[in-house]
């Protein structure tokens, strides 16, 4: 038979060849613009380290920080990066328990990008410190005084919950690349690329054992993945509402900051794999349907998103509590109005454009959007943060606060810093998952097995009957 | 180090010693003799504190001083409980003075001028040669320009001039003239009184500032604050007659805004309606009292209704047990003396001369000043070429006077200047000879602050510079020149002593011991009373007026220049609370203490009133140019606004004291001296410079500068952190709680004071409380019940952290009634606690490290406006919000219930401070800076803090531990009022007090149990260990208890 079978996700690739072609092309010496985007984020990022260094010798003062807004865009920054690696564990790891197919192909992205922005988010608790030279009091090593750190301390609760949220996360990521860096280790013709594959690689030979033995540490993994997205943002979360500071002390900001996790976490997948698809010429691999289905869930979260605000704002006029009320009413229309108006429209009101399917499909507006909400939820977090210190219940104590250029440089640097990596991961490792993909396209077919559930190669996953 | 102090030096400094016996707290050795270290000293032991008696001289009150010394060097300044001026008490400056001793910008050596700006390093020897020879040759043609002299300074002074043939000028800034005058017209006597406010319910102001810088601030403060406050049921009341409101003003409970220029008017009005109505005696006022036109004019020229003038009259005749004074600085004008005369005349109908107003006692540090017509007179002749010769110590005519240009051209006209300054400023800076005396915790010396009182000022560490007691400079140039002083004595110490025994021949203080024993227990408590006799016969108390004088005043509106109209503003200037008259502005503590009444800090500012400034469109921190005429020539300044509520809406103030040009490195090129828009004008009468004496025309530049102010809000909005209640309501609340009540004591006629609900409502229980008990009864997750009172003390059920029960639960009492927002304790803390100083930048970023501050509420506007000041500390709160969010337990519980914070082990997430609710946690953002020799100041007992550290009030936790200390050696507990944290021991009015606040006796735990008493921020639980005491409100019935917020 002669008709030629096309996978209901990816139409446009033909077989098995083709994406071998298409993805383990990438891992060749790169072009000259992508030497200039990398040179341009190494010399951000030396910006930024410098910005820090300055910060480090002439004290915290160099920030804009003050009393009383003792945290700032340094603390919005990390919330932002934790919320960012929310998506990659989501997409990995929730929706390979529920069978998503479409996440095959998007997945490699979505982790990377976790791991790249837990790696930046672990950065500014120290950045932030008055003292960062000795970070390592947060830590319950043994010592000869007996001194521990305080396990009362939401601050520390967090210590915990990003230290293993990266070492998962970068677990997962460096385990599901097993089989992909096998096979390109096998291709691969550089020496530092076939030392690198090697190593990484494990050994990985193809047999029916290791695939055995490799599916089910994924899905044990997976599991292990899949609580963390809730409890590593909840916890972020409890940084501020185990605090009395109004606006932060609510039972609601754990749902909340998950939800907005996921929903910038997507917001900035979609970012990121749009310019992606277009340099690397890989539309069949994140097709339009991708980016609906992405698209469907920004919606939702955008909702709760929104639905959380609504929550607090009543919350507070329900609460009959100057302090609680105060925040609310400085945040719609003190110093910081235009940020709260910023966030509102960004993560409320510009998604609402989501419902329509044309708007989910059509890539450049979808773009556009998912910036919009990456800027609303940087925002959200400079707002909560922001607002609630500089009008907190002391009225004496009441001041704005403006970030420092030293401050904004870190920013920018933390921003050169993911992008540095996630650089250097597109032309390092293959950036699809190959062996998963294969697993939805038509297996290669000879004369002889036209039908019947091959058990292909590239097959991972549950123990189910194929395609 | 470029001052020259070297380790050897330094050696000295642990050596100084002298013949005390030491058995009291208090030394009595000088440096007189010097011992190596290597011979241990029974007063010097590395980690004990010693303590001298001395006198304060930073400004002239004279308030009695204890000095805490370590290790030979002043650490801390505090009030000499004996002292009748001080009461144990200091001001802000007093606080300072140790930043003026370890000044790094003193002058370190003798220097002669080189150049402009080059001066060549003397020694002594070659210093006072060229002086003794510059005397030599403009004998007859020299002019000793001095300060505030009393005591054997004043007669050594008199002496050396007599010799040398110079001719003495005595000149302070602020000179009470018109004080003087009146007092010389009417009673005949050159002196100014003493006033007893402690014995006055009813205090009216007008213009002096008397808790600031008029006469004796802090006896004053005390009396008044004794005299007022709620207490046991009664309460006195002040009120104000200006047109600008200082910090004293604001405390008034009663604001009656007349215009500039009137307030004379206002005290004949008050003074004849207590004659007409309340049964006073004109006596020889009768005749300017008799005026039928008296009221009317009044009213009419100040804009006061009669109503009101009717109620402060009945409420000022209060038989004696009230008090005007006036004027001050403020209300120095053309008829300031008209001023003084009417007080003096409303005291008198009031029946206050001879109760609260004694003349028989006067404020003899007032006495002596000269006067700025004198002042005038001598630049007169220096312009003529007849002054060849200049000293100067003490006054900075070069800042101090209006007509600038004329005293530069007449201090370049004297051949020779020599300055005895210790700073370079403006006037010195002109000099050819620079000779800088000891700073006064360096010297030897006696003042009479007040008749009667004779205080002795001794060394309390050798001297940190190369630099010369004057005494002793007088003396051995006297000598050189072979000119006889009337004694032998080659030293300053030596004359002292002399002079000493010589008029204590028979004191009664001699004993067996003599002179030797007399002196040494002079030097331990500080002063003598009354032991010096008088030289003519003392007045008496109440001694009667002249009425011949009186009816030579000319009972008319002061005048003023300047073209009257819209766009035009009466211009106020007054002294300022931190700075004086200027001189004390390189003081980084009372630069960086932000002004009690604007709260800006290291700036100048103009006080606009609010409505004034909404027409206008101005907001704080508008830069704004100010101008005036003089001598028909355009004078300008420009300065940042500060809308004050307490000023009318056609007058504007700056405060006096900044816009140095020289003096040092924190005064240099800081602010505006207003007095560069002022004409050189002596009133007539008094021969005082009149401030108020121009109108002035405003000018927006446009520009806008962050303002250098600890808090930019002025309102408490609805989060009633200080509260008041009336008097009524707090006689209720008292009662309820059996404390002691006695029947009212003033009238209280104002048309604002409301008595109070005769049954409150809800009285003790706030509404967020109600609700959270409320909760409580439902069975609902909520705080625990909270007890202002000791017996809050802990909450039951509320074991936390590590406090333990057996353990003293450290407390505190803030008074509200009591606390006058002058801030001295804000000074204490950081003298006591080594707090850095941040500057205008980190001040304008909300980066004051200040432990301890005052907040400054107003509430209401116009003649309503109601200040209250609160101060804010650490709560030590029994459930701290700062404690579990601290992940590397710096901050933690101590078993005493304080809530510490270990530095070492401080990371820095500032999540603690962002806990706090009463925002008391303070962060170091930069490592701070001591320029050498004011790191030598810092308290050995306490840490010094870096970069990336939050700290806090601790409740002086070093006192606690030292005495603690001492108790344990000596097989005892503390006793109550033995652990005094720095700033409840400075606090004038006594506001703070500290103590166990589990034992039911002590103090603190008493204080608590007043049914005024609240915590704030109470609903959210956090057991604070500071019970505030309600401020008693007059003006209207100021309930929190929610209604209407």
């Not at chain 1, 033995?213 to 409890?238: Q, R």
Request: net charge neutral; glycine share 8%.
């Amino acid at each position: 038979m002669a008709t030629v079978i096309r996978s209901e996700t990816h139409p446009d690739i033909g077989s098995y060849r083709d994406v071998n072609r298409d993805v383990l092309r990438l891992l060749s010496a790169p072009g000259p613009g992508y030497y200039i985007l990398l040179a341009i984020t190494l010399v951000v990022l030396a910006i930024g380290a410098g910005a820090w260094l300055v910060q480090v010798v002439f004290g915290i003062g160099m920030s804009g920080l003050m009393n009383p807004v003792g945290w700032g865009v340094y603390i919005t920054t990390f919330v932002f990066w934790v919320g960012i690696g929310h998506a990659g564990t989501l997409i990995s790891a929730v929706l390979f328990l529920f069978r998503a197919r479409w996440r095959q192909s998007i997945y490699r992205v979505a982790e990377a990008m976790t791991v790249f922005a837990v790696m930046t988010a672990g950065l500014f608790p120290i950045i932030h410190l008055g003292r960062p030279w000795i970070f390592y009091y947060l830590l319950p090593y043994p010592n000869q005084r007996e001194l521990w750190p305080n396990f009362r301390s939401p601050l520390l609760w967090d210590v915990f919950a990003i230290s293993t949220y990266l070492t998962v996360s970068a677990t997962f990521f460096v385990l599901g690349m097993i089989p992909d860096l096998a096979a390109a280790r096998d291709t691969t013709t550089v020496t530092w690329r076939k030392k690198l594959y090697t190593v990484m690689a494990f050994g990985w030979r193809g047999t029916a054992n290791e695939w055995r033995h490799f599916t089910k540490a994924y899905l044990y993994l997976a599991a292990l993945a899949t609580p963390l997205v809730l409890s590593v943002h909840s916890v972020v979360s409890w940084d501020f509402a185990m605090s009395i500071v109004p606006g932060w002390h609510a039972t609601i900001f754990a749902p909340y900051f998950v939800a907005g996790a996921i929903f910038s976490g997507l917001a900035m997948v979609i970012t990121l794999v749009i310019p992606i698809r277009k340099m690397f010429r890989l539309e069949a691999y994140f097709t339009p349907r991708h980016f609906d289905a992405m698209a469907k869930m920004v919606l939702v979260s955008s909702m709760v998103v929104f639905y959380a605000y609504l929550t607090e704002f009543f919350m507070a006029w329900y609460s009959f509590e100057p302090g609680e009320r105060g925040v609310f009413m400085s945040r719609l229309v003190g110093n910081y109005w235009w940020a709260t108006w910023i966030m509102l429209t960004c993560n409320g009101i510009i998604p609402m454009m989501l419902w329509w399917p044309s708007i989910r499909r059509n890539i450049p507006a979808l773009f556009v959007i998912s910036v919009f909400i990456n800027i609303g939820m940087w925002f959200e977090r400079f707002v909560i943060i922001v607002t609630s210190l500089a009008h907190e219940y002391e009225p004496w104590q009441w001041r704005a606060y403006q970030p420092s250029l030293v401050e904004m440089l870190i920013v920018l640097g933390s921003f050169a810093w993911f992008f540095m990596w996630f650089l250097l991961f597109t032309r390092a490792f293959p950036i699809v998952a190959v062996a998963e993909l294969k697993e939805v396209l038509p297996a290669p077919r000879r004369a002889r097995v036209v039908q019947g559930g091959a058990q292909s190669h590239g097959r991972i996953g549950p123990a189910e009957d194929g395609v | 180090m470029s001052n020259g102090l070297e380790r050897r030096d330094f050696l000295k400094v642990l050596g100084v010693t002298g013949a005390g016996a030491g058995l009291t707290a208090c030394g009595t050795g000088g440096a007189e003799k010097l011992i190596p270290y290597v011979v241990p000293h029974e007063e010097i032991v590395p980690g004990i504190a010693t303590w001298y008696r001395t006198t304060c001289r930073e400004c002239p009150a004279g308030c009695g001083m204890n000095i805490r010394t370590r290790e030979g060097r002043a650490v801390k300044a505090e009030g000499n409980p004996l002292s009748p001026i001080a009461h144990g008490k200091l001001c802000a400056r007093g606080q300072a003075s140790l930043h003026g001793l370890y000044d790094p910008d003193r002058i370190p050596r003798p220097l002669l001028r080189s150049g402009t700006d080059d001066w060549d390093r003397l020694t002594w020897d070659e210093a006072e040669r060229r002086l003794a020879a510059e005397l030599q040759q403009h004998r007859g043609r020299t002019v000793f320009l001095t300060g505030n002299y009393s005591g054997t300074m004043d007669t050594l002074a008199d002496s050396f001039a007599a010799a040398v043939g110079a001719e003495r000028v005595r000149w302070e800034p602020f000179a009470y003239e018109p004080l003087r005058a009146a007092s010389r017209m009417i009673y005949g006597v050159d002196a100014v009184p003493v006033h007893d406010f402690s014995n006055a319910e009813v205090v009216i102001t007008f213009g002096a500032d008397f808790m600031e810088t008029w006469l004796s601030p802090v006896d004053y403060s005390h009396g008044f604050v004794q005299g007022r406050a709620y207490s046991q049921g009664r309460r006195g009341k002040m009120i104000s007659v200006t047109a600008h409101q200082s910090l004293t003003d604001l405390n008034a409970d009663e604001w009656l805004p007349a215009r500039p220029g009137t307030e004379h008017l206002v005290a004949l009005a008050i003074a004849r309606l207590i004659v007409d109505n309340h049964g006073g005696q004109a006596g020889a006022a009768a005749g300017l009292l008799n005026d039928p036109q008296l009221v009317s004019r009044a009213v009419e020229s100040s804009g006061v209704s009669p109503d009101r003038l009717r109620q402060v009259a009945a409420d000022f005749a209060n038989n004696g047990r009230s008090l005007a004074v006036g004027p001050g600085i403020q209300t120095q004008h053309t008829a300031a003396t008209a001023v003084a005369a009417a007080v003096a005349v409303l005291n008198q109908v009031a029946g206050n001369v001879g109760r609260t107003v004694r003349l028989d006692q006067t404020e003899a540090h007032a006495a002596n000043n000269g006067s700025y017509a004198e002042m005038q007179q001598l630049l007169a002749r220096m312009n003529n070429g007849e002054v060849g010769a200049l000293l100067v110590h003490g006054p900075n005519p070069l800042y101090n006077m209006p007509e600038q240009e004329t005293v530069r051209q007449a201090l370049q006209s004297v051949l020779f200047v020599a300055s005895f300054s210790s700073m370079l400023d403006e006037t010195s800076r002109m000099a050819t000879l620079l000779m800088p005396d000891h700073h006064f915790l360096e010297s030897w010396g006696d003042y009479v602050p007040r008749s009667g009182i004779t205080a002795l000022i001794q060394p309390v560490m050798v001297p940190v510079f190369d630099t010369k007691q004057t005494g002793d400079v007088l003396i051995s140039v006297a000598r050189r020149l072979n000119a006889g002083i009337g004694s032998d004595a080659t030293t300053y110490y030596d004359y002292l002593r002399e002079g000493w025994a010589r008029d204590n021949a028979g004191a009664p203080a001699g004993g067996a011991g003599g002179f030797e024993d007399f002196w040494r227990e002079s030097l331990q408590v500080g002063f003598i009373e009354s032991a010096a006799p008088q030289p003519d016969a003392a007045p008496a108390a109440a001694p009667a007026m002249n009425a011949d004088m009186l009816g030579t005043l000319g009972i008319t509106e002061a005048a003023f220049t300047g073209e009257a109209g819209d766009g035009s503003y009466y211009l106020i200037v007054y002294p300022s609370y931190r700075f004086w008259d200027g001189r004390l502005a390189n003081r980084p503590w009372l630069q960086e203490l932000p002004d009690p009444v604007s709260k800006f800090t290291w700036s100048s500012w103009i006080e606009i009133n609010p409505a004034t400034a909404d027409r206008l469109r101005l907001d704080n921190g508008h830069i704004l140019e100010v101008e005036t005429q003089v001598d028909g020539e355009s004078r300008t300044v420009t300065a940042p606004v500060w809308r004050h509520p307490g000023i009318r809406p056609d007058t504007i103030a700056i405060q006096l004291g900044q816009g140095h040009e020289h003096l040092g490195r924190w005064a240099k090129d800081r602010g505006v001296n207003p007095l560069h828009l002022l004409s050189p004008v002596a009133e007539p009468l008094s021969g005082g410079l009149v401030y108020a004496q121009t109108r002035a025309t405003i000018r927006k530049t446009g520009k806008w500068e962050r303002p250098t102010q600890s808090s930019l809000q002025d309102s408490q909005h609805d989060r009633e952190v200080a509260r008041a209640t009336s008097l009524m309501d707090a006689r209720y609340r008292d009662e309820k709680r059996s404390q002691p009540l006695v029947p009212l004591g003033v009238a209280y006629s104002a048309p604002g004071y409301i008595p109070g609900p005769a049954h409150p409502h809800e009285p003790d229980v706030h509404p967020f409380d109600a609700r959270v008990r409320s909760l409580q009864a439902a069975g609902g997750w909520a705080p625990a019940h909270v007890d202002a009172s000791p017996q809050g003390f802990p909450q039951p059920g509320t074991h936390y952290g590590e406090y333990s029960e057996q353990q003293p639960r450290w407390a505190m009492s803030i008074d509200l009634e009591r606390c006058i927002g002058c801030s001295a304790c804000a000074v204490a803390c950081s003298a006591e606690n080594n707090i850095a100083v941040v500057g205008p930048d980190g001040v304008a970023k909300g980066r004051i490290l200040h432990w301890m501050r005052i907040e400054r509420y107003f509430e209401g506007v116009g003649t309503e406006l109601e200040t209250t000041f609160l101060p804010m500390l650490c709560q030590q709160c029994g459930t701290a919000p700062c404690e579990p969010v601290c992940p590397v337990y710096a901050a933690y519980h101590t078993p005493e219930g304080l809530n510490a914070q270990v530095y070492n082990r401080c990371v820095g997430t500032r999540y603690c401070a962002n806990n706090c609710p009463y925002k008391v946690r303070v962060f170091n953002w930069h490592t701070a800076d001591w320029p050498e020799p004011l790191n030598w100041q810092l308290n050995p007992d306490v840490t010094v803090r870096e970069t990336g550290v939050m700290e806090k009030c601790t409740f002086c936790v070093q006192r606690i531990r030292d005495a603690q200390n001492t108790a344990s050696l000596q097989g005892r507990g503390t006793t109550d009022g033995e652990i005094t944290p720095a700033c409840a021991q400075t606090c004038p009015g006594e506001a703070i007090v500290f103590g166990n606040i589990k034992d039911p006796n002590s103090r603190v735990a008493r204080v608590a149990s007043s049914g005024r008493g609240y915590r704030v921020f109470e609903s959210l639980n956090t057991q604070s260990a500071i019970t505030y005491l309600r401020k008693v409100s007059l003006r209207t019935e100021r309930d929190d208890h929610g209604e209407g917020h």
